[in-house]
C-alpha cells in the first residue's frame, strides 16, 4: 500500500528543484524501467498496479492502485508501472570524440530525441548550457526510451568550457558551409541551438567553423528545421566514413 506522503513526495518529482533536492528522478513504462535496471542507475522503488517481474527484490516493490498510479505519473496516458531512481553524477567530457553542446534547448521532446540520437550514433558525451531543460524531467526520460542511461549528459557554463575545449566547435546556423559538401571534417564539438532563436550571440563568436543543412524544395519558403530533425542529420553526416578524418 502506498502512503499520501509517498504520494505527495513522487509527485514532487515532476519538479526540477524537488528533483535536485532530492537527487531523484521517475520513470514510467515497461521499457524504459527495464532499460533503467540494466544500466547504472539505481533504483529507489517500484509501484505497479499488477504482478510484474522486473527481476527486482520484494522490499523494493509496492503495489498500487490505478488510481494511485495515475496521481503520481507525470503522462497523459498512465502506464501500468513507475519506478523512482537515483540521479547519476555526471562524468568529465571526452572530447577524444564527437561531443554534442546545447545550447538553451527547451522541449522536452528535443532534448530526449536528441539523448536518444546520441546513443543510436555512438556520441558519449552531451555537454548543455545551464539553461537547458532538465534530462530528468519526466518527458525528457520518456522521450529517450532508456538512451538517458548510455549517454553522459553535463551541465555548465557552456561559453566557458567551449573556450578550454581544444577542438574544432562546429555551429549550426542557416548561412554557413553546405554539410554535403564539406572536407576534412575532424571530430570535435557539434553545437545546436535553442528552437526560437538558435545558437546565441556569445556561443557563436566561439564557433570555429559554421555549418548549414541546404533547403531543396522548389519554394525555398521554409524557415528552418527542428532542432532534433536538424541533429540527426548532422550526426548522419558527420559519422559518415568519408567524413571521419582522424
Request: with cysteine.
Amino acid at each position: 500500500m502506498v502512503t499520501k506522503n509517498q504520494i505527495k513526495r513522487i509527485k514532487s518529482l515532476h519538479q526540477k528543484k524537488y528533483r535536485k533536492e532530492h537527487q531523484l528522478f521517475i520513470a514510467e513504462g515497461i521499457k524504459v524501467i527495464q532499460e533503467l535496471l540494466q544500466s547504472s542507475f539505481v533504483l529507489d522503488h517500484l509501484y505497479v498496479t499488477n504482478e510484474m517481474d522486473f527481476g527486482v527484490p520484494t522490499h523494493q516493490v509496492t503495489r498500487v492502485s490505478a488510481d494511485d498510479l495515475k496521481k503520481m505519473s507525470a503522462l497523459t496516458t498512465t502506464p501500468n508501472c513507475l519506478a523512482v531512481f537515483h540521479c547519476l553524477e555526471s562524468k568529465t567530457i571526452d572530447f577524444s570524440d564527437w561531443v554534442v553542446a546545447l545550447d538553451d534547448i527547451r522541449d522536452p521532446g528535443n532534448l530526449g530525441t536528441i539523448i536518444r540520437l546520441c546513443d543510436w550514433f555512438g556520441i558519449s558525451h552531451i555537454v548543455c548550457s545551464s539553461e537547458t531543460v532538465d534530462c530528468y524531467n519526466p518527458k525528457v526520460i520518456q522521450a529517450t526510451m532508456g538512451s538517458v542511461s548510455r549517454v553522459n549528459i553535463v551541465y555548465t557554463d557552456l561559453a566557458e568550457l567551449l573556450q578550454s575545449a581544444k577542438v574544432p566547435l562546429y555551429g549550426t546556423f542557416l548561412g554557413g558551409e553546405n554539410i554535403y559538401e564539406m572536407k576534412e571534417v575532424k571530430p570535435g564539438v557539434i553545437v545546436m541551438g535553442n528552437e526560437a532563436n538558435g545558437i546565441s550571440a556569445e556561443i557563436e563568436a566561439l564557433i570555429s567553423r559554421k555549418i548549414t543543412i541546404p533547403r531543396f524544395g522548389n519554394l525555398q519558403q521554409t524557415e528552418s528545421l527542428n532542432v532534433a530533425m536538424a541533429t540527426s542529420i548532422v550526426l548522419s553526416e558527420f559519422r559518415r566514413s568519408v567524413f571521419n578524418v582522424q
